[in-house]
């Protein structure tokens, strides 16, 4: 005979409250919906088109648990569920009589953004005092407004975000969803909270992104980097140093370290620095990391030192990546005699060979 499965008390203990929290939902909304039933009125957007419609606080609190239940769930009408509550009490707010009457609204010609507020600089007012004043940064201010920096004159009209976030000029192809994807936010939020609940988004209107944020290249303040490119053929170094596609990355200082500053061993033992500082000039890298138990070979590897043993003190770089076609990405320090420069180039495959590998 087969035995049953043992009540688990301890298990039961753990999920009741969650059950109970449940039914007592769920008993909330269908009393809501039953006593919305007797009354023969339907809480709907469409109802606010009656005359003399009445709405009730429980009502308005149905409606709030019903938004955040579905939004809990994941429901797929979670959006339009809080969309409608944000645009219900919103409507109750604005017209409430003593009696609890809502006067008919015209939610048809929605022109302005409760998100987003019109302000005009006041004398002696600074972007700081602003941002204080909202309790927002100073940066959201500025990305709203495409200024670099927080200069501020008395007179001038800024587009503040009512909540902390960004204020966005909505461009042709955007939609909702490609907004939030690009600059953050919710949805659900947006929609609410810049009364696009029947309107949608146009191309030129400025809308709250609560939480939103600016990708550092559409920032106002942003600066691209300058790249110069160019190609060495044959250096002072020979066939053996041939580079291709060369860029500078830029000028390190202070990196430290036990070799010379500026120099190529400086910016191959910063890439490693798990060789050991006895290494001597460049020359002898590879002989005297074999002797330490180091793999030394012709094979490239990415993370692998390259050293050549030409010139008077020979040279050392760091193996970026190998590519499919055999050539080599580096990166090195003090190329033909450029102290501190750090160059980015293609090694091709033709002189890999030439170089010794410290793995």
């Known amino acids: 005979m087969t035995r049953g499965k043992k009540f688990n008390l301890e298990r039961f203990k753990q999920i009741l409250p969650y059950f109970l929290a449940g039914i007592s939902i769920l008993t909330v909304v269908f009393l809501g919906s039953l006593e919305k039933h007797n009354s023969d009125v339907s809480l709907s957007l469409n109802a606010f088109a009656e005359d003399n419609y009445k709405i009730s606080v429980d009502q308005l609190s149905e409606l709030y648990v019903v938004a955040d239940l579905s939004d809990a769930l994941g429901l797929a009408s979670a959006s339009d569920v809080a969309s409608n509550y944000v645009v219900t009490t919103s409507m109750y707010e604005a017209g409430q009589t003593s009696t609890g009457k809502l006067e008919k609204p015209n939610i048809t010609n929605i022109s302005g953004s409760r998100g987003v507020v019109e302000y005009v600089v006041a004398e002696g007012e600074t972007m700081a005092s602003i941002a204080a004043k909202y309790g927002i940064s100073t940066d959201q201010i500025r990305w709203s407004n495409n200024r670099k920096n927080t200069d501020v004159n008395a007179g001038d009209l800024l587009y503040i975000p009512s909540k902390s976030g960004i204020?966005?000029?909505?461009?042709?192809?955007?939609?909702?969803?490609?907004?939030?994807?690009?600059?953050?936010?919710?949805?659900?939020?947006?929609?609410?909270?810049?009364?696009?609940?029947?309107?949608?988004?146009?191309?030129?209107?400025?809308?709250?992104?609560?939480?939103?944020?600016?990708?550092?290249?559409?920032?106002?303040?942003?600066?691209?980097?300058?790249?110069?490119?160019?190609?060495?053929?044959?250096?002072?170094?020979?066939?053996?140093?041939?580079?291709?596609?060369?860029?500078?990355?830029?000028?390190?200082?202070?990196?430290?370290?036990?070799?010379?500053?500026?120099?190529?061993?400086?910016?191959?033992?910063?890439?490693?620095?798990?060789?050991?500082?006895?290494?001597?000039n460049a020359n002898s890298w590879a002989s005297r990391a074999a002797a330490l138990g180091y793999t030394?070979?012709?094979?490239?590897?990415?993370?692998?030192?390259?050293?050549?043993?030409?010139?008077?003190?020979?040279?050392?770089?760091?193996?970026?990546?190998?590519?499919?076609?055999?050539?080599?990405?580096?990166?090195?320090?003090?190329?033909?005699?450029?102290?501190?420069?750090?160059i980015d180039s293609t090694i091709p495959a033709s002189a890999v060979g030439n170089f010794w590998y410290i793995h």
């Open 167 to 280: 204020v966005y000029t909505v461009k042709a192809d955007d939609t909702v969803e490609s907004i939030v994807s690009k600059y953050g936010g919710n949805a659900a939020e947006i929609i609410a909270l810049n009364d696009l609940e029947v309107s949608g988004i146009s191309e030129g209107m400025k809308i709250l992104i609560k939480d939103g944020t600016l990708p550092e290249k559409e920032r106002p303040e942003y600066v691209a980097p300058v790249v110069r490119t160019y190609t060495y053929s044959y250096t002072y170094l020979g066939s053996t140093s041939e580079r291709q596609d060369v860029t500078i990355r830029g000028f390190f200082y202070g990196l430290g370290g036990p070799y010379g500053a500026g120099q190529c061993t400086q910016w191959a033992w910063y890439n490693r620095q798990d060789l050991p500082s006895s290494l001597g």
């Open 296 to 342: 030394v070979n012709r094979i490239p590897s990415a993370g692998a030192i390259f050293q050549t043993s030409s010139g008077w003190y020979g040279h050392v770089g760091y193996v970026e990546g190998v590519n499919p076609d055999g050539s080599i990405r580096v990166s090195e320090m003090n190329y033909n005699y450029r102290t501190y420069m750090v």
